[in-house]
């Protein structure tokens, strides 16, 4: 798939799945209101927690792109994409859209995002245990095995994995 195709279904998807995940969701849940009793401190720790929970996600989408495919199942790289925050973590995506809506249940005081998030959690581990591992294992193999062996898939590494040349 050619870079700029790959760019485009990469943007598409992001908005789709992790545009409904963590702002459709969220927003149906708080309709994004911030209580006026919110202490300035839960609401500053909230957009920050927001902003740092999209980096990975943004930063992830792009290396999908750069290496000419997307997140999306349907549309994968032809390599295993180990560079960037994916070098700490085997999920950084979905560990900063997790991040994302727990800064949007600080910023809107809402436990039910925290359930929300709790849940989205469980069912995002299952869908990587029991179909995206299996899959990514026989798209990639024993590439993706090693992988796997040295990166964690929730908690980052503190020290960037390289992979063998």
Same mark, same amino acid.
């Given at each position: 798939?050619?870079?700029?195709?790959?760019?485009?279904?990469?943007?598409?998807?992001?908005?789709?799945? #992790?545009?409904?995940?963590?702002?459709?969701?969220?927003?149906?849940?708080?309709?994004?209101?911030? #209580?006026?009793?919110?202490?300035?401190?839960?609401?500053?720790?909230?957009?920050?927690?927001?902003?740092?929970?999209?980096? #990975?996600?943004?930063?992830?989408?792009?290396?999908?792109?750069?290496?000419?495919?997307?997140?999306? #199942?349907?549309?994968?790289?032809?390599?295993?994409?180990?560079?960037?925050?994916?070098?700490?973590?085997?999920?950084?995506?979905?560990?900063?859209?997790?991040?994302?809506?727990?800064?949007?249940?600080?910023?809107?005081?809402?436990?039910?995002?925290?359930?929300?998030?709790?849940?989205?959690?469980?069912?995002?581990?299952?869908?990587?245990?029991?179909?995206?591992?299996?899959?990514?294992?026989?798209?990639?193999?024993?590439?993706?095995?090693?992988?796997?062996?040295?990166?964690?898939?929730?908690?980052?590494?503190?020290?960037?994995?390289?992979?063998?040349?």
């Amino acid at each position: 798939m050619r870079t700029w195709t790959a760019a485009v279904g990469s943007a598409a998807f992001f908005v789709v799945a #992790p545009g409904t995940v963590a702002g459709l969701g969220p927003w149906l849940i708080t309709h994004w209101e911030i #209580p006026g009793s919110s202490p300035a401190a839960r609401v500053i720790l909230g957009v920050v927690l927001i902003v740092l929970g999209l980096i #990975p996600p943004v930063h992830a989408f792009t290396q999908f792109a750069k290496a000419g495919g997307t997140p999306m #199942p349907v549309a994968p790289t032809e390599r295993l994409v180990v560079t960037g925050f994916n070098r700490f973590v085997r999920n950084p995506m979905y560990a900063g859209l997790i991040t994302v809506i727990l800064g949007q249940a600080l910023l809107f005081d809402s436990p039910w995002l925290v359930l929300y998030a709790v849940l989205g959690w469980i069912v995002t581990a299952s869908f990587v245990h029991w179909y995206e591992e299996p899959t990514l294992v026989g798209e990639y193999g024993e590439q993706y095995e090693q992988y796997r062996r040295n990166v964690p898939a929730w908690t980052p590494r503190l020290t960037p994995w390289s992979p063998p040349c």
